[in-house]
């Protein structure tokens, strides 16, 4: 499923949404009972087996992928074949197990001149990704003639809608995104099925689709999660909450897969929502859309999907397939394209015009993968395979008939970004049943300044972000002089992003603030807030004008640096990026100390600080004469979620995962500085032994803990004198903060928000929610039964606190979520500095280096 639950529409209960990506799915329905439907597991197999017959040295090896326009198709290549395992998840369901999708692939590219393949990254567990063209042949000369079109109507759209020959000349890009959530299995049976199709069929119908369209399929975006049949990759995160942070190598592979093919209609491919769910969505809507032709397209091709499924002519009766719902058309909220997250929320960014999650209907995943027998599963997942076939035929019957006027809009996409023309208020029933609810806007500046020197918080985190806008296509370019705005000096070397720009939209998406959403709807479920400009540590300025002699950027320009000047070197640890030269340098054992002015390197490891200076864009000074205490590499016990453990081992800590179970087992606590909570560990549920061995540890040890399990373990284990005080646990957004640390960024991110009270008299307020708001974007109201939890019981009140227990231990609460899903950069040296000063026994406050 693209959420967690439906709760509007098809699930008749109501559950808390996991905070972080990484907790597999709570709240599957119910496994359920269809009787003797008829048995249609032959309808499963898709392609049939016949990788015997690959002559498999007749092709090439596939290249790496790199986008090349000066090639044309068939391409012929030859996938490496992955090992075979018995154990992948796919098997029980009658369904090709990822080892089986090269050789239907080689053979196809034998069998078929339609067919191309080319591996466009790798999984976190190293699989390879594969991309799909079916086309029909084309020379080089024409492939190259199509790239020129595609740039042409990205970089010069206002030439390109006036080329009235243009849309005869393109063949109409349509992206597949199958499996993208691991265990949500049959959009890649479905495509291996649909290619196959199109590659023998003799129906001139199919030629001609071909001779006008490119189809290409993500046959399977999450191979680690489709072997091991869970919804995430092998890191633990859910690749489709990652669109706009590109923390996964999965999700950088769609992305690039996307800008490269620049998609007019997309469909990803999801299971489980009994009938089938089809987007456009309810509201809120984001608002950096050029909703109005989103709409139309997405509407118009949302019935046709509908269609062609209920033609299938499964019955609720016979089958247990309930009819299709349309969330825009027959719900009021719960399903919303607002964060740019997901798949068809993102690719609109990049042209697509028609984008949709399709959830096919039948539900095999857990429990019900354990649970019903093996023949109903099969039963279940032929269904599926159809239903998402009969989605995908659709497309691409939607996309030859409406070949024109798609390729116009998306040329109408980028002509209004490239001309900065004004958010557009999409009319009142421009489709039935858009109304007032329907319509969001926003206002674009004319331009934002990343700005340089003393006027920039961090250079590193300015770069971070400049190359993350340069990787999702937007157009930075650099102030080659001074040049004022807003009243404002902006010096030479800071970045601007025009928003008279193709891609403006995706700009805006990630620089503006967001916006505050509470009132307008009752319930989301993701998050509402993201804003990169605010969360990625970098100082982000919207202008009103824009005067200044640029150049274009490929890369931010290097920020690393150490002074010349001899003697000892000062490193502020603000930073991810800093905090990850910091802990490389403990790692070199480098004797570094921790003081006032930060980490201190001694002058004989001028060397090494040069290195990680260079590697990691992070700034040296020299240091004054402040003393500090030694500071040695930090072991952290971590039970956590999943993105938090990647994010600390990210940052070079030394992560060990523990868990309630992991300490009953007798945990050695020698190798342990820091134990971080935030995820599976109970105090209440420790036996005798693990309770001593942990108190033994809490006499030379620290604690931090995050979120509802780390304040009830500090409660259990007796270690700060603190009440939590929960938020409404639907709450999320950027949150504006307040603290004494003028290192500490005014923002900080919430999901689940937490408060803390009654502080006892060892406890150090280290940031608090802000006295306004606090809620700057997202969204966050008091829960619906009268018991408080809003935002505004929020205000002043303390988000971060630290002490010192009795026994000794450094202890920091978080109520903030500083590291959820590897987004929010600009937080993470919070945690970092907190597990520093933790590990440390100098009784320093937090964040006061
Ligand atoms: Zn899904």
Do not use: C
């Not at 499996?179 to 129906?203: K, M, P, V, Y």
């Not at 480098?590 to 290195?611: F, N």
């Not at 590499?633 to 039970?639: E, G, I, L, S, T």
């Not at 060892?762 to 809620?775: D, F, K, M, R």
């Amino acid at each position: 499923m693209r959420r967690l639950l439906a709760a509007a529409l098809a699930v008749a209960f109501l559950a808390v949404p996991s905070p972080a990506s990484a907790a597999p799915d709570p709240t599957a329905p119910p496994a359920r009972d269809f009787g003797n439907g008829p048995e249609r597991n032959d309808a499963a197999a898709g392609v049939p087996e016949q990788a015997g017959a690959l002559d498999a040295a007749a092709l090439p090896e596939a290249q790496p992928y790199g986008h090349s326009h000066d090639r044309g198709y068939p391409r012929r290549t030859r996938l490496p074949l992955p090992p075979e395992n018995p154990a992948d998840s796919s098997i029980k369901l009658g369904l090709v197990p990822y080892h089986g999708i090269a050789p239907r692939l080689n053979e196809l590219q034998r069998r078929s001149d339609r067919v191309s393949v080319e591996i466009i990254g790798r999984s976190y567990q190293g699989r390879d990704l594969y991309l799909v063209t079916v086309t029909e042949p084309e020379s080089a000369a024409r492939a190259r003639e199509q790239a020129r079109i595609r740039e042409r109507i990205e970089n010069d759209p206002a030439a390109a809608a006036r080329d009235r020959g243009l849309a005869a000349r393109y063949k109409a890009p349509i992206f597949v995104n199958a499996n993208i959530h691991g265990n949500e299995w049959e959009g890649t049976d479905a495509s291996l099925r649909t290619i196959e199709q199109l590659a023998t069929s003799t129906d001139p119908a199919v030629t001609a689709l071909l001779a006008r369209t490119r189809l290409y399929f993500n046959v399977t975006a999450n191979p680690d999660g489709r072997v091991n049949g869970v919804r995430q990759n092998g890191a633990g995160f859910d690749l489709n909450r990652d669109f706009v942070t590109a923390s996964q190598p999965e999700a950088r592979a769609m992305r690039q897969a996307i800008m490269d093919t620049q998609p007019v209609a997309l469909l990803d491919l999801h299971g489980y929502v009994n009938g089938t769910l089809i987007e456009p969505t309810t509201p809120p809507h984001g608002a950096n859309y050029e909703y109005d032709l989103f709409i139309t397209n997405t509407y118009a091709n949302g019935l046709g999907m509908e269609a062609a499924v209920n033609a299938l002519g499964y019955t609720p009766e016979r089958d247990g397939v309930e009819p299709v719902q349309i969330p825009f058309r027959d719900s009021t909220d719960g399903w919303d394209d607002w964060p740019p997250i997901f798949t068809p929320q993102y690719a609109p960014f990049h042209g697509t015009v028609a984008a949709h999650t399709v959830e096919i209907p039948l539900d095999v995943n857990e429990p019900a993968y354990s649970t019903e027998p093996v023949e109903e599963l099969r039963r279940r997942s032929a269904i599926n395979t159809d239903v998402a076939a009969a989605a995908v035929r659709a497309t691409y019957g939607f996309v030859r008939a409406r070949h024109d006027r798609l390729i116009a809009d998306q040329i109408e996409v980028f002509r209004r970004g490239a001309a900065g023309e004004p958010s557009k208020a999409v009319p009142l029933g421009i489709v039935p049943g858009f109304g007032p609810e329907d319509v969001y806007t926003t206002t674009f500046p004319r331009a934002y300044v990343i700005p340089s020197g003393a006027g920039q918080r961090s250079a590193t985190a300015a770069a971070r972000l400049v190359d993350h806008l340069i990787a999702n296509d937007v157009r930075v370019e650099r102030a080659e002089a001074a040049f004022r705005s807003g009243g404002r000096t902006y010096p030479a070397g800071s970045y601007v992003v025009d928003m008279r720009q193709p891609k403006r939209g995706l700009a805006n998406v990630m620089l503006e603030p967001g916006a505050d959403i509470s009132p307008r709807v009752g319930a989301m479920y993701d998050i509402s807030g993201w804003s990169h400009a605010l969360l990625w540590g970098a100082t982000v300025e919207p202008v009103e004008s824009l005067r200044a002699r640029t150049e274009p950027v490929k890369a931010a320009a290097p920020t690393g640096s150490v002074p010349r000047t001899p003697g000892p070197l000062a490193l502020r640890v603000n930073d991810a990026k800093e905090v990850r030269a910091l802990n490389d340098l403990l790692a070199q054992g480098v004797a570094v100390t921790w003081g006032s002015a930060g980490a201190i390197v001694p002058a004989s490891a001028r060397q090494a600080a040069r290195a990680v200076a260079d590697r990691y864009g992070v700034a040296f000074t020299a240091a004054g004469p402040a003393a500090g205490v030694p500071l040695a590499p930090v072991r952290v016990a971590a039970a956590a979620s999943a993105d938090e453990l990647f994010t600390l081992r990210e940052l070079g800590f030394a992560v060990t995962p523990v868990s309630t179970a992991v300490l009953n087992a007798g945990f050695d606590w020698s190798g342990t500085d820091v134990l971080y909570v935030s995820s599976g560990l109970s105090h209440a549920a420790l036996n005798p032994a693990a309770r001593t061995a942990l108190d033994a540890f809490l006499v030379t040890g620290g604690v931090i803990t995050r979120g509802r399990t780390g304040a009830a373990f500090n409660a259990a284990a007796g270690l700060l004198t603190a009440t939590t005080v929960a938020g409404n646990s639907d709450g999320n957004g950027v949150v504006r903060t307040v603290s004494p640390n003028a290192d500490l960024p005014g923002y900080s991110f919430v999901y689940s928000p937490l408060w803390f009270t009654g502080l006892g008299p060892e406890v150090t307020v280290e940031q608090s929610y802000a006295a306004e708001g606090p809620l700057i974007a997202g969204h966050w109201r008091p829960r619906d039964d009268g018991s408080g939890g809003g935002q505004k019981d929020a205000r002043g009140q303390a988000a971060v606190v630290s002490g010192r227990d009795e026994r000794g231990a450094a202890v920091v609460l978080f109520g903030t979520e500083p590291m959820f899903r590897n987004h929010p950069k600009g937080l993470f040296a919070q945690v970092a500095r907190a597990l520093y000063w933790s590990s440390s026994v100098t009784g320093a406050a937090v964040g006061t280096p």
